[in-house]
Each structure stands twice: as C-alpha cells, then as structure tokens.
C-alpha cells in the first residue's frame, strides 16, 4: 500500500485566498484525522471521521475551517479566507477504526499564508 | 495547565546508551500513544498502549494507568533514534491531548 497520500505538500497563498488540502487514507481504514503542528501550539487534533462521519470537530479552531469526507478514500480540508495565523503543517492520518488503534500519517502539507 | 507533560524536554545521549522518556497525564484516559517525529517532519506511531507493557525492536513502552504515567524506553540507542518523540492520550471523552514533545539526539 502507499500509504496515506497528501497534497499538496507544499501551498504558498496570499491571505484571503481559499486554500483546499487533499488526503487519500490508506484502503481499508475506516477512521481518518486532520492534525495541525504549529511550533507554538504543538500537534493539534482538529477533525476525524469514522466512516466518512465527522465525529468530533471541536478542535476545528473556527468557521473558516471545514472539512468533508465525500467517500472511503478522499478527504478534503477547506480554509477560506485564510490567514497568516494558519501557517503551519497540515497532517492527515488514517486509522483502522477511531483513535484507539495505531494510525498512520500521510507526510503533511505544509501551508504558508503571507 | 497541559493536560500532558514530557520529561525531559531536550535530551542528548551517547550512541549505545539506554534512553528514557516520561509522560505523565492528569485526565482519564482510554489510551495513549506514542509517536515519533523525524527531522524531515513525517510522523510514526511507534506504540499505541492501553495497559502494561509493548516491546518493538529496540523500543519499549509502559504504563501505569493508575499512576497516569508513561514511559518511552530505547535499548542500545542509535544516532537514527534522534527524533522528537511525543505522547498522546485519549481523554475518556474521546479527545485527544498531546505533549510537548521530547527531542532526541544520539550523538555517535
């Protein structure tokens, strides 16, 4: 397997653009996360779903942010309008079944908001 | 108050030498990772844990869940160990709560 697949790596935007980050988990799982790593807050946890279900979006930090599971091997991550503040790597990882058992990161993309 | 603390925050070790890593916790939890980060930024889950005791290799895991602590042990350590190892637990509630992270240097 490829493992979990992100994209872009890397986006360079200018604030108050849309920015969309993509994730493929790996076939079979049935949980997938969106993690935000920011060198003052640390790793954070801002979205899963199992079974393409948002089931806790609390740390989604606030409306500008959206994400959506439309089927079992694609997630996406919306910010519009971005800011300077969301600079940061974006990582997806997938799991078999919710945060519980071992997951597995896609590389990260890493987001640049002048 | 973090929910989740490291110790130590920075360590540097001789290569060969036995690593320890602690994580101590205040909340209920159902589980705790640990996960390794490399300087290059991708991320392993090196263990998942909910009682006792995991050996992978040279990495050994434990925890205590009533004394809410975690340790992170690395056996025979190797200049490819330097990495930034964090925990992770899962509050009871279902959320989630890092650590800091411990940065790791084995110097040859």
């Known amino acids: 397997d490829a493992g979990v697949i992100q994209s872009p790596r890397h986006e360079v935007t200018e604030m108050g653009q849309e920015v969309t980050l993509r994730c493929k988990p790996i076939s079979g799982h049935n949980s997938l996360f969106w993690y935000r790593q920011t060198m003052m807050r640390g790793l954070e946890l801002l979205i899963y779903?199992?079974?393409?279900?948002?089931?806790?979006d609390s740390g989604m930090p606030e409306d500008r942010f959206s994400a959506k599971m439309p089927n079992a091997s694609f997630s996406t991550l919306k910010i519009q309008p971005s800011e300077p503040r969301d600079s940061a790597v974006y990582f997806c990882?997938?799991?078999?079944?919710?945060?519980?058992?071992?997951?597995?990161f896609g590389p990260g993309t890493r987001l640049t908001v002048t | 108050k973090n929910e989740v603390e490291q110790s130590p925050q920075n360590l540097t070790a001789q290569e060969g030498e036995f690593i320890t890593i602690n994580c101590s916790y205040s909340v209920g939890i159902s589980a705790l990772h640990w996960l390794q980060q490399h300087p290059g930024g991708g991320i392993v889950s090196l263990f998942m844990?909910?009682?006792g005791k995991k050996k992978h290799g040279r990495l050994i895991a434990t925890i205590n869940i009533q004394e809410k602590h975690s340790s992170l042990h690395i056996t025979a350590s190797h200049p490819r160990d330097s990495a930034v190892y964090i925990c992770a637990v899962i509050h009871t509630g279902n959320q989630f709560y890092f650590g800091t992270g411990t940065s790791l240097t084995v110097i040859p």
């Open positions: 779903f199992n079974n393409n279900v948002p089931i806790d």
């Open positions: 844990l909910s009682s």
């Open positions: 990882a997938s799991s078999l079944v919710g945060l519980s058992y071992e997951q597995y």
